[in-house]
């Protein structure tokens, strides 16, 4: 289990479970959410964050795929939670890595929307990148494609 919390300290929050598969995204979106240069989202199932003090505020945006992105941050200092994008199924949710109190051993699996990325910001060549999204299958490993199989098949 991991611990997080936003840069006041209003929001506290705990990670229970294992992310799925690890985003660098550099598109222009997560690099606004964030002020930086990308964001590092840990596709997690919502049950698995919970929220023990404090209360998100969301503000909704029209993402990349065209659908609803619901983005969480603490609205007394702004910093970035999470999100909820409409074209990923409702069981997941996007964790900023940012938001954990300890977050040394996180490692994206993947670089995405590498077509936004600005120019001082270098990858390493160990890791797959993308100009824009991936197909899961190319990334993820067994265990996670197995683990998202049985949690759509599970009724909600
Ligand atoms: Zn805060
Ligand atoms: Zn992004």
């Given at each position: ?111 995405i929307f590498l077509k936004?990325r ?11 990148q993308y100009e824009g999204y ?23």
């Amino acid at each position: 289990m991991k611990t997080g919390s936003c840069l006041c300290g209003q929001i506290q929050l705990k990670l229970t479970g294992e992310p799925l598969v690890t985003h660098a995204c550099h598109c222009v979106e997560c690099q606004k959410i964030t002020g930086s240069a990308y964001g590092v989202n840990l596709w997690v199932e919502a049950k698995d964050v919970e929220v023990s003090q404090g209360e998100l505020k969301s503000f909704t945006t029209q993402g990349g795929s065209g659908q609803p992105h619901d983005v969480h941050f603490c609205g007394d200092c702004g910093s970035a939670i999470y999100s909820r994008y409409h074209a990923a199924p409702p069981q997941f949710l996007f964790l900023r890595s940012g938001c954990l109190d300890d977050s040394s051993d996180i490692r994206p699996d993947v670089h995405i929307f590498l077509k936004d990325r600005q120019d001082g910001v270098k990858v390493g060549e160990d890791t797959p990148q993308y100009e824009g999204y991936y197909h899961f299958k190319e990334v993820w490993s067994e265990a996670s494609q197995m683990r998202f199989k049985q949690i759509l098949s599970q009724p909600s």
